[in-house]
Structure formats: structure tokens, C-alpha cells
Nanobody, 131 residues
Framework: QVLLVESGGGSVQAGGSLRLSCTAS????????MAWFRQAPGKEREGVAAVFSGSGKTMYADSVEGRFTISQDNAGNTVYLQMNSLKLEDTAMYYC????????????????????????WGQGTQGTVAS
């Protein structure tokens, strides 16, 4: 079993920055991919950023490309999401996800992985952008 715990959410003015962290623990923790998804009120959950452990490749949603950066620590136990130039529409609950023991086809297909490709999820951390 894998436990994911997010932190770093909060409230910031438009144009500001937030840094989210997700720390993983578990005896068999060795993810093929880690990702951040978000869900705004009344909207479906959407992918934001993903990192693939084997290649080190990253993927971003078009809406955050150039503003957000996903990274992992050397041990691979913590993944970060640096969010800069935040906009009102970035307000959402942000979820960390891990694909452990399963293949992530998104990397192969060249498209952002579906949330169904991740089998472990954190509880979420709220990010609010105010005008």
C-alpha cells in the first residue's frame, strides 16, 4: 500500500506563486509516474502535470504550460508542483497521484495520462487564487 500526503496549499493573489509537495510512503513504493490533478468546484478533475520515473520526462496541461513545474527529489519519495503566475482559474483542490506497479500509457501515446492510469491518490490540498 502507498500513502500520499499533500501539503503547501493556501491562498495567494493573482500573479503570485504556490509550491505544493506530495510525500509518499509504503513498503513497495516505486512509481512509474507521479502526477498532479486538480478539481475546481462544479468541474471535472483534470490533469495538470505528470513526471515519468524511467525517462524523467514531464508533461503539462496546455493551461499551465510555462507557468507550472513538476519535479521529484532524488529519492523519488516527494514530488513538487511549483505554480507561478497564478490565475483565478487555477483555484482548485489539487491531488497528488501515483502509478505503482502499473504501466502508464500516456507517456507512450504522447498524451497526458488519464486519471484511471493512477492507482494511488492523496486527499488533496486546496489552492485558492484571489483577485
Amino acid at each position: 500500500q502507498v500513502l500520499l500526503v499533500e501539503s503547501g496549499g493556501g491562498s495567494v493573489q493573482a500573479g503570485g506563486s504556490l509550491r505544493l509537495s506530495c510525500t509518499a510512503s509504503g513498503n513497495t513504493y516505486s512509481p512509474n509516474s507521479m502526477a498532479w490533478f486538480r478539481q475546481a468546484p462544479g468541474k471535472e478533475r483534470e490533469g495538470v502535470a505528470a513526471v515519468f520515473s524511467g525517462s524523467g520526462k514531464t508533461m503539462y496541461a496546455d493551461s499551465v504550460e510555462g507557468r507550472f513545474t513538476i519535479s521529484q527529489d532524488n529519492a523519488g519519495n516527494t514530488v513538487y508542483l511549483q505554480m507561478n503566475s497564478l490565475k483565478l482559474e487555477d483555484t482548485a483542490m489539487y491531488y497528488c497521484a501515483a502509478a505503482v506497479g502499473i504501466a502508464v500509457l500516456g507517456e507512450v501515446l504522447g498524451k497526458f495520462p488519464d486519471q484511471e492510469e493512477y492507482n494511488f491518490w492523496g486527499q488533496g490540498t486546496q489552492g485558492t487564487v484571489a483577485s
